[in-house]
RNA sequence: GCCGCUUUAGCUCAGUCGGUAGAGCACAUCAUUCGUAAUGAUGGGGUCAGAGGUUCGAAUCCUCUAAGCGGCACCA
C-alpha cells in the first residue's frame, strides 16, 4: 500500500498503481468531477498518472486558478493544432503554448498561409473536439521512436525538435482520444470536455519563424484568448476594447496632438496642442538636469563617416543610419541615381559620440569629475519599417540624453543618485516601475573582464539605492545588453498593467577609449573617464505616447494642451467670458473661449471630448456676480466660484509637481 | 525585413453581379440666443493610395509599388 498525505495532515493508504484521480475519487464523487490535476510532491501532473511511492498529494480544481488557466490555455492550444489538422490535412504542428492571455500555436501550413477567413470554421472544429470530450491520455516514449513516428508522420518539425532532445530520453506524447497526438510534456486536463466552449476566441492570425530565427522558415501562427468561463472571456474583450480606446494614435488624432503621414512616415508632424505637451515636458526636464548639476548641449546632426567608424557606429550599427553624400551634387545630376565617388556622412542614431567630442575639447581635470553632459538629442534610426508603431517606434526621435564622464569610484554613486532622480520623475508621472539589468549581449566590443567589471558596479549602485527588490521587478536580463556596455533599465507600469521600458543608465569604458577620452588625475597622469549613458524619458516622443495611454487622454492639468475653456451661454456675455479668459491667461493659465453661436450642451460635449480638464460655463447670473461656474472633466456637478477663487485653484493644479509647496 | 489583412470626402464608414460614387460627423452660409454631452435649413467638397494590365466599360478583377493595421524578427 502507498501512504499519500493530503493538504489537510490526513493519510490515505491506496494500493499500488493507483493515481490522484482513485484519491479524489475515494474521497468523494464532488471532487473526483471538480479535480483538474494533481500536485505530487509539489509537481503538478495528470490526474492519471500513477503514484510512484508515498507522496504528498494536492488535488487541483478550476478554483486554483492560476493553474487551471495554464492548464485550460494549453489544452486549447492542442484543440487548436487537432482541429487544424482535422480541417487542413497536410498541415504540420510545430508548437504551442499558453499566453498571459490565451494560446497560440504555430502551423507549417500545406499551400497557403491562414487568414483571419479561416478562423471561424477552426472555432466551431475547436468546439465540436471540446464537445466529444475526448479523454487526454498520456503515452510514454522512447525519444528514437517517437522520432520515427513524426518522419512517417511527415512531422519535419516535430521530428527535428524531438532529435535535439537528449538521446535515450523518455518523452511523452499526449492523445486527443484514439485519432490525434502531440508531443508534450503535460499536463493536461482528463479530457477536452474540461473546457468550456464558450470560453475561448481565436484572434488574429500571423507570421512566426520557426524557432524565432529569422534565417528559419516562415509559419503561420494562429492566436487565441482562453478562459475558464465565457464571463472571464467576456471581461477579458471588454478590457480590450478599454485598452483600445487610450490607443494613442487614436486619441491623438482625436486631441489634435499630432499625425503621422506616408512621405514622412516614422517621423511625427506635432501639432500645437501636441507640442504643448511636449514643451511643458522638456521645462520640466530642465528644472530637473539643471537642479542635478547637468550642462545642456547641442550638437551636430550629421557628422561624417569618419568619426562613425572611429565610434564603432560605422561597423555596429550601421544598418540602422541614415547615411548621405558628403559632396554638393552636380544639378544636372540630381535624379534617382547619385553616382560617383562619395565620401559618406550619416545622421546621429545617438548622441553619445558627440557628447565625447565635446569632453574632448581642452584639457580636463579630475576636478571637473563628474561631468554631466545633458541634450535634448534629435536622432535618427532607420527602424525596420515593421517596427515602426505610432509614437512608440519612430525613425526621428528626440532623447532626453544625458552622458556622465566620471573616475571609476564615481560610479556607484552617480548610478545611485541617477536612480533617486528617476524615482522622482516617475512619481511626479504617477508612475509605479520595476528595474532590470540587461548583461551583456552576444555581439559587443570590449573584454569580458571589462564586461564584468561594469556589470558588477551596477548590481552595488542598485543595491546601493535599495533598488534591487521584488518590490521594485528586480531581475537580470542575460543577452540583453548594448554593445558597448550593460544596462540599467526603468520598465514603467501604466494604469491598464502595461510596462513600458523608458529609463536607463549604462557604463561604458568602450566609447571613451574609442574616441581618446582623457582626464588628467591628481597623480598628474592621463587617465580615462568612465562614461555612464542615461535618459529617463527615453524619447519624448514614446514618453507622450505612454502618458496618452496611462491617462487615456485626460493629462493632468499641467500638461493638458489648452487647460481651460471659457463658454458663454448666451452671446450678450461674450465681453465677460473674454474678460474671464484675459484674466485666466494672464495668470499662466492655457485658455481658449469658445464665443461660437452654438448651445452651451454643444459646447460641453465638446470640450469635454476633446478632453479639457475645466470648463468655465458663464451666464448672465455669471456675468452679473463676477463668478464661473465650473464643470471639470470626468464629473457632472458644477462649482460655482468667484473668478479669483476660480483663477487660484486652476493656478494650483496647473503648476508642475516640481514646483509645487 | 517576413506572414496576413487593409487603403473610397477633413474624420468614421457604406458601395450587391464590373455599368461611371453615397451616408453621418466636420466645414461654409442663413436662421436661432439657448443653463451643462449633438438646434434647424441650405450648400461646397472625391484622379476611389499610386502605376500598369484585363475589359466595350474597373472603386470593384489581375500584377507591381507605397503606406497603414495585427503579429514575427529587430529595438542603441
Known amino acids: 500500500m502507498l501512504k499519500i498525505s493530503l493538504p489537510d ?66 489544452d486549447f492550444a492542442h484543440v487548436l493544432a487537432e482541429a487544424v489538422q482535422s480541417l487542413f490535412p497536410g498541415t504540420q504542428i ?203 548641449v547641442k550638437t551636430p546632426q550629421i557628422m561624417d563617416a569618419r568619426q562613425w567608424e572611429q565610434s564603432g557606429h560605422w561597423g555596429k550599427y550601421r544598418e540602422n543610419m541614415f547615411v548621405i553624400p558628403d559632396e554638393v551634387p552636380n544639378v544636372d545630376d540630381v535624379g534617382p541615381v547619385i553616382s560617383g565617388e562619395a565620401d559618406w556622412m550619416a545622421l546621429k542614431p545617438m548622441n553619445c559620440p558627440a557628447h565625447v567630442l565635446i569632453f574632448r575639447q581642452g584639457i580636463k581635470s579630475y576636478r571637473d569629475l563628474p561631468l554631466r553632459i545633458y541634450e535634448n538629442g534629435c536622432c535618427h534610426r532607420n527602424e525596420p519599417h515593421g517596427a515602426l508603431h505610432g509614437l512608440m517606434r519612430v525613425r526621428q526621435f528626440t532623447q532626453d540624453d544625458a552622458h556622465i564622464f566620471c573616475r571609476e569610484d564615481q560610479i556607484v554613486e552617480e548610478v545611485r543618485s541617477f536612480c533617486a532622480l528617476a524615482d522622482r520623475v516617475y512619481k511626479d508621472f504617477g508612475f509605479t516601475y520595476a528595474i532590470k539589468l540587461a548583461l551583456r549581449p552576444e555581439n559587443r566590443f570590449g573584454s569580458e573582464e571589462m564586461w564584468d567589471q561594469a556589470e558588477t558596479e551596477l548590481r552595488h ?98 500638461l493638458a494642451p489648452v487647460q481651460a475653456v471659457v463658454a458663454p451661454i448666451v452671446s450678450e456675455v461674450d465681453g465677460y467670458a473674454r474678460e474671464v479668459a484675459s484674466q485666466l491667461k494672464a495668470a499662466g493659465i492655457r485658455v481658449e473661449s469658445d464665443l461660437r453661436n452654438e448651445k452651451i450642451n454643444y459646447k460641453v460635449r465638446e470640450h469635454s471630448l476633446a478632453k479639457v480638464p475645466h470648463l468655465l460655463v458663464v451666464g448672465k447670473r455669471e456675468a452679473e456676480e463676477g463668478t464661473v461656474a465650473i464643470r471639470t472633466l470626468g464629473e457632472e456637478r458644477q462649482r460655482f466660484m468667484p473668478l479669483a477663487e476660480a483663477i487660484t485653484m486652476l493656478q494650483g493644479e496647473a503648476t508642475p509637481p516640481d514646483l509645487r509647496a
Open 461 to 558: 549602485a542598485v543595491a546601493a539605492a535599495g533598488l534591487n527588490t521584488a518590490e521594485y521587478g528586480w531581475a537580470e536580463l542575460p543577452g540583453e545588453g548594448a554593445f558597448y556596455a550593460p544596462k540599467l533599465e526603468w520598465h514603467l507600469t501604466d494604469a491598464i498593467g502595461r510596462t513600458w521600458q523608458v529609463g536607463t543608465i549604462q557604463s561604458d569604458r568602450v566609447l571613451p577609449e574609442r574616441l581618446d577620452a582623457s582626464y588628467v588625475g591628481e597623480d598628474g597622469g592621463k587617465h580615462r573617464p568612465v562614461m555612464l549613458h542615461r535618459a529617463i524619458f527615453g524619447s519624448y516622443e514614446r514618453f507622450i505616447g505612454i502618458l496618452i495611454e496611462h491617462f487615456a487622454g485626460k493629462l493632468p492639468v499641467w
Open 9 to 74: 495532515g490526513s493519510v490515505r493508504e491506496m494500493p499500488k498503481g493507483s493515481t490522484p484521480a482513485d484519491v479524489a475519487a475515494a474521497i468523494g464523487p464532488g471532487l473526483a468531477k471538480a479535480a483538474i490535476a494533481a500536485r505530487v510532491d509539489g509537481e503538478l501532473v495528470d490526474l492519471s498518472r500513477p503514484f510512484t511511492g508515498d507522496a504528498a498529494l494536492a488535488l487541483v480544481t478550476s478554483r486554483d486558478e492560476a493553474e487551471a488557466l495554464d492548464l485550460a490555455r494549453h
Open 94 to 296: 510545430t508548437f504551442g503554448p499558453s499566453t498571459d492571455d490565451g494560446f497560440y500555436y504555430d502551423f507549417a501550413p500545406k499551400g497557403r498561409q491562414f487568414t483571419d477567413d479561416d478562423l471561424p470554421a477552426i472555432e466551431a472544429e475547436m468546439r465540436r473536439i471540446i464537445s466529444a470530450d475526448k479523454p487526454l491520455r498520456r503515452e510514454a516514449i522512447e525519444r528514437d521512436e517517437l522520432i520515427a513516428q513524426w518522419r512517417a508522420a511527415g512531422e519535419s518539425f516535430k521530428a527535428e525538435w524531438a532529435a535535439e532532445l537528449p538521446q535515450g530520453e523518455e518523452l511523452s506524447v499526449y492523445h486527443s482520444g484514439n485519432d490525434w497526438y502531440d508531443m508534450c510534456r503535460g499536463p493536461h486536463l482528463p479530457s477536452t470536455g474540461k473546457l468550456d466552449p464558450a470560453a475561448f476566441k481565436l484572434t488574429r492570425v500571423s507570421g512566426a519563424y520557426w524557432r524565432g530565427d529569422q534565417n528559419n522558415a516562415m509559419l503561420s501562427r494562429i492566436y487565441g484568448t482562453g478562459w475558464l468561463n465565457k464571463k472571464q472571456l467576456e471581461a477579458h474583450l471588454v478590457r480590450l476594447e478599454e485598452a483600445g480606446k487610450r490607443d494613442h494614435r487614436k486619441l491623438g488624432q482625436e486631441m489634435d496632438l499630432f499625425h503621422l503621414q506616408a512621405e514622412a512616415h516614422g517621423s511625427v508632424f506635432w501639432h500645437p496642442n501636441g507640442f504643448k505637451v511636449w514643451r511643458e515636458l522638456e521645462a520640466y526636464m530642465r528644472r530637473a538636469i539643471d537642479a542635478a548639476d547637468y550642462k545642456e
